[in-house]
C-alpha cells in the first residue's frame, strides 16, 4: 500500500479491514503492543465506532484523524 493516502483513500471503510480489529479497547491495546516489539514502530489505536477498535500504524494515524476517526491511543 502507497502511502501518503488521499481523502477519499483514507475515509474507505476497506482501507481499516486490511489492519486488526477488535471489539474491547484491551484487546486492541495488547495487540498494540505485540505489534510495536515486533516492527519497533509505535502503532495508535484508532475508535471507529463506540466499542470498535482498530489498530494502525503511525503513517496512517494523522490521515484516519483528519478523515474523522478519533484516536484513542496514540
Not at 495487540?31 to 503513517?59: A, F, N, W
Request: aromatic letters at 6%; one cysteine or more.
Amino acid at each position: 500500500m502507497s502511502l501518503p493516502l488521499n481523502q477519499q483513500q483514507a475515509e474507505s471503510p476497506d482501507l481499516l479491514k486490511t489492519f486488526p480489529q477488535f471489539d474491547c479497547i484491551s484487546d486492541a491495546l495488547y495487540r498494540r503492543q505485540c505489534i510495536d516489539k515486533r516492527t519497533g514502530v509505535l502503532h495508535s489505536v484508532i475508535r471507529l465506532e463506540k466499542m470498535r477498535y482498530c489498530v494502525v500504524p503511525p503513517q496512517l494515524t494523522r490521515q484516519l484523524e483528519k478523515a474523522g476517526y478519533s484516536i484513542a491511543v496514540r
